[in-house]
């Protein structure tokens, strides 16, 4: 077959009243194939354009940019599809794309700094392609995605708008593609997670049931964001990754340790933080050699591990390594950046100078680049937004969960967004939904005991439903997949996911069963 190259002219604007006129649906057809288990796979790459269109009038309302891999020579129909999103808001998908399971991935040095070019992009012994086709989206704003006119980027920069057009891209990749009779699953990372329980809901609603769902690194509660005892087991896996532990002896494995301080910060360290300053001196000793700060310094941020300057830098991340002149990295606590002379004015645990984000940003935008032109075919006038800020400033944060009430903000106009309640309805209603979750312990950003302790807390009470429910935690930090190690244990783990919900054909009939019995409503109800 022969390769379809496609250069688009269309300029996309990533401005919050940008739009498009061009309503087209072209695509870049290149074909490949990868060794992967000890066969060959032959695969096509897609990538361009499709049109969400407007719930109430049909009229296209946005072109979405994606990038799909689908495997050649199968059946669709009994092919799982999975749709992969990274978070922000205001990512593409870049990230996850060429980080985690498509075909091709870079290499880097993680968790050390990624030297500057040449750089190496490689097949991928970890992609998901041996299991389901891969869809990579990416919201409008972000990559090549734009409104279409009349309607404005901005229109879709908040939570709902932004559920509303990405279930319509899925609907409409299914349409095209003819795989409504696939089995369905999503990978969302970061704000993706809290995209993923809404949009679940959403697409069940619209009569799309899902077979699965993988949350990485997830934020389902933002009321408990920086919560002390949740961020409490990551500081302290980052002491023990910089040998800064107060333990004598140290505990040989991470996991082990992770259960003592975990017990820790749900018992006596959560009674410490409401008693301050009033608490037990064995309390405080404790705090202190589990993180490796001092008690006086302890003592100063009111034992908040999570606390922050007035500039919005955590404290405990420039502290564990001050006496190195070294900062921690927020999204990878094992990556070090330099923290001294003009560097500690620009680079503390900050948006893209956070160390573990400036590690690996300049291998991300040149093999993008290199990748997409030189290997997928498809070039543009227009710059690629990789990530796009305008969307989180202007992010409307409101949200309507199942039951309608509204969430999101509260009187003060505080981000209170909450959407673990729409996971648990999705899951209560299609019960044979399988969720995967997955964190990395040295990640602080989201941090995977608050995690733990938001999945707990959903309201999910049926212990059936709860089996359906899996968690992970892997040696690694927010971009899980960035790690040869915990990528290939992820991987296998996400294949357990599928593999389980796909091999179970009475749950699989169910599933096609309720997306065929809420189609039909939908069409008798027009």
């Known amino acids: 077959m022969k390769d379809q190259p496609y250069s688009d002219p269309t300029a996309y604007g990533n401005g919050p009243d940008d739009a498009v006129t061009d309503t087209t649906e072209r695509a870049a057809v290149t074909h490949h194939a990868l060794r992967l288990g000890g066969r060959t796979l032959g695969y096509t790459a897609r990538v361009g354009h499709l049109a969400a269109v407007d719930a109430g009038s049909s009229r296209p309302s946005a072109k979405i940019f994606y990038v799909a891999f689908t495997l050649d020579g199968d059946a669709a129909h009994e092919r799982p599809v999975t749709f992969f999103y990274n978070g922000g808001p205001g990512s593409s998908s870049v990230f996850v794309l060429l980080g985690s399971f498509a075909p091709r991935r870079i290499r880097t040095s993680m968790p050390d700094f990624t030297p500057p070019a040449p750089y190496t992009l490689e097949d991928n012994p970890d992609s998901l392609l041996d299991r389901s086709d891969l869809v990579f989206i990416n919201p409008v704003g972000t990559g090549y995605s734009a409104a279409v006119a009349p309607w404005k980027n901005r229109d879709f920069w908040g939570v ?131 993180t490796g700060i001092d008690p006086p310094t302890l003592m100063s941020w009111r034992l908040d591990i999570a606390a922050g300057d007035g500039e919005g830098h955590t404290l405990f991340l420039l502290r564990l390594l001050h006496d190195q002149g070294r900062a921690i990295g927020a999204y990878d606590g094992r990556v070090t950046g330099v923290d001294t002379g003009i560097a500690r004015h620009i680079s503390p645990n900050s948006g893209g100078n956070d160390p573990a984000m400036t590690a690996v940003s300049g291998v991300y935008t040149a093999m993008w680049h290199h990748y997409l032109n030189g290997e997928l075919k498809f070039t543009s006038a227009s710059s690629f937004t990789d990530l796009n800020d305008q969307a989180f400033q202007y992010w409307d944060f409101h949200h309507v969960d199942p039951t309608g009430a509204q969430k999101g903000m509260d009187a003060q106009g505080n981000v209170v967004l909450y959407t673990a309640g729409d996971l648990a309805a999705t899951m209560s209603l299609n019960v044979d939904l399988k969720v995967l979750s997955a964190n990395g312990y040295y990640d602080f950003v989201t941090p995977f005991f608050q995690t733990e302790r938001d999945l707990q807390d959903m309201p999910l009470v049926e212990p059936a439903l709860r089996k359906n429910l899996t968690t992970r935690c892997y040696p690694s930090g927010h971009m899980i997949y960035l790690d040869d190690g915990s990528r290939t244990a992820l991987k296998a783990d996400v294949a357990a996911m599928m593999d389980a919900a796909v091999a179970d054909r009475q749950a699989v009939a169910r599933i096609r069963t309720l997306q065929a019995q809420h189609a039909s409503f939908h069409r008798s109800d027009q």
């Open 160 to 290: 709902d708008q932004d559920v509303a057009s990405l279930k319509q891209f899925i609907k409409r990749y299914l349409t095209v593609y003819d795989r409504w009779n696939s089995p369905k699953f999503l990978f969302g990372e970061s704000y993706g997670t809290a995209r993923s329980a809404a949009l679940s809901y959403a697409l069940h609603e619209d009569g799309v049931d899902l077979n699965g769902v993988t949350l990485q690194s997830s934020i389902l509660d933002y009321a408990r964001a920086g919560d002390p005892v949740g961020a409490l087991p990551t500081a302290s896996a980052d002491a023990w990754y910089h040998h800064k532990l107060g333990l004598h002896p140290v505990p040989d494995t991470l996991p082990a340790l992770m259960d003592t301080v975990c017990a820790f910060a749900r018992g006596d360290f959560d009674q410490a933080l409401r008693a301050y300053p009033h608490m037990a001196a064995e309390t405080l000793e404790r705090l202190s050699q589990y």
